[in-house]
């Protein structure tokens, strides 16, 4: 009989299955994109439904799209299952590690305690969550499954929301109206738990030489959509002292935003990532700056407090420069905590595998984990990214720390999941 302790994942299977994920969507670069719902997510998914299917399990798909492979461990129809996820999209010209990571090592995970005949007090479920980047809609599967899809038609165009439907349709989920995808939530009574393997996308581990994160939270995060309003002109005859150039205003606002909230907050983070300017022309002052603006903190209560700076901050600039001005929410993310019993089970784990000093760490990225930290007890496993890159063809791990988080999560779903016994 195995002693549980001493199981591990096949580390051949596993670099075998993220070396043909890889392979979907790659990019001359070394990269890969892979689109929600995209022609490449697509071929991904039935990769994915494929190697559920040759290893015996379940295979599962939802009215949002998530894809499960499904490990029943028990004769109860009632039991619940314990979620094992993360994502196969990918933001455009990407990298090969986030998301496929912790998919490839969930589905390895599931396939060693079938192998092994382990039997836990609950199924196990591997699940790709739909639109974890955000193509469609942020974190779109998971929010799903948890019922906290919101209005998915908000600030949403007839065209938009048509082409939404058609890319679900080549997924093979029709819905005649937007909202039976609704349908996807699941009690919570269902769901014994979650946890999620991915790589740091930071450079914390990787700096310090450490080789697994401990999750202890997700920071919480806001989106604006601030908009100057000024007055188009004739960029060489107009006086200085009479233009309202909003790009002008718009570039002085996100300097000073940059400078002050580091200062005031350093615990939080600020980035102004796209500028639509209007009408566009090199020779003409510009009447018309949108800006997407974001901040980051652990912190729920200091997300509040910069987002308040923030907007006042943009009042300010908009008067100095004698610019009219609007602001929009796009988007609001609580902070999440992960679990204590997740927290201290992950530990344990790297104890069993004599993994020295894990980092207890938060998140400055988006996860699944941080919706599902709302539903039911989570708990995320970092692996370290070399140099701290990702979203980039250039991200990389190295493949010991792959394997290595995989183990992890064996362990630690082994743990949590019931304890678990072995057939005689």
């Not at 906290?148 to 819905?175: K, M, N, S, W």
């Not at 615990?267 to 800006?291: D, H, L, Q, R, Y």
């Amino acid at each position: 009989m195995t002693n549980l302790a001493d199981l591990r994942i096949n580390a051949e299977r596993l670099r075998a299955d993220f070396e043909e994920l890889a392979a979907i969507g790659g990019t001359p670069d070394g990269g890969v994109t892979r689109h929600a719902l995209s022609n490449e997510d697509l071929e991904a998914r039935a990769w994915f439904a494929n190697k559920v299917e040759d290893a015996g399990l379940v295979l599962r798909d939802d009215a949002i799209g998530n894809t499960s492979g499904i490990l029943v461990m028990t004769n109860s129809a009632a039991a619940p299952s314990f979620l094992i996820g993360s994502h196969l999209d990918t933001t455009q010209n990407s990298g090969s590690y986030d998301g496929a990571v912790g998919i490839c090592a969930g589905l390895e995970c599931l396939r060693t305690l079938k192998e092994a005949g382990v039997q836990l007090a609950v199924n196990l479920e591997v699940i790709n969550f739909t639109d974890q980047e955000g193509v469609w809609h942020s974190m779109l599967g998971s929010r799903g499954l948890t019922g906290r899809l919101g209005d998915l038609t908000a600030h949403r165009d007839a065209e938009t929301i048509g082409a939404f439907r058609a890319a679900l349709f080549r997924t093979g989920i029709i819905v005649n109206d937007i909202h039976e995808m609704y349908q996807a939530v699941r009690p919570p009574e269902q769901v014994a738990g979650y946890l999620e393997l991915h790589i740091e996308q930071g450079g914390r581990l990787h700096r310090t030489g450490r080789k697994i994160g401990v999750v202890s939270g997700i920071v919480g995060r806001s989106t604006h959509l601030i908009t100057y309003l000024g007055e188009a002109g004739h960029s060489g005859t107009t006086a200085f002292d009479m233009r309202r150039d909003a790009l002008q205003g718009a570039a002085a606002f996100i300097n000073e935003a940059h400078t002050t909230l580091r200062e005031m907050f350093p615990g939080g983070i600020f980035n102004c990532g796209k500028i639509e300017v209007e009408p566009g022309a090199f020779n003409t002052i510009p009447s018309k700056a949108a800006m997407l603006c974001e901040v980051r903190h652990p912190d729920e209560s200091a997300v509040a407090q910069m987002e308040g700076y923030l907007l006042g901050l943009a009042g300010d600039f908009a008067a100095r420069f004698r610019l009219n001005w609007q602001d929009k929410l796009v988007q609001h993310m609580p902070a999440a905590e992960m679990s204590w019993t997740m927290m201290d089970a992950i530990e344990m784990a790297c104890t069993r595998l004599n993994v020295p000093d894990p980092m207890l760490l938060t998140s400055y990225a988006g996860h699944d984990a941080q919706i599902m930290a709302e539903y039911t007890p989570t708990g995320m496993i970092f692996i370290p990214s070399v140099n701290g890159i990702s979203h980039n063809p250039a991200e990389f791990t190295e493949w010991d720390d792959v394997v290595l988080g995989a183990n992890v999560l064996l362990q630690t779903l082994i743990s949590v999941a019931g304890g678990g016994q072995n057939p005689a």
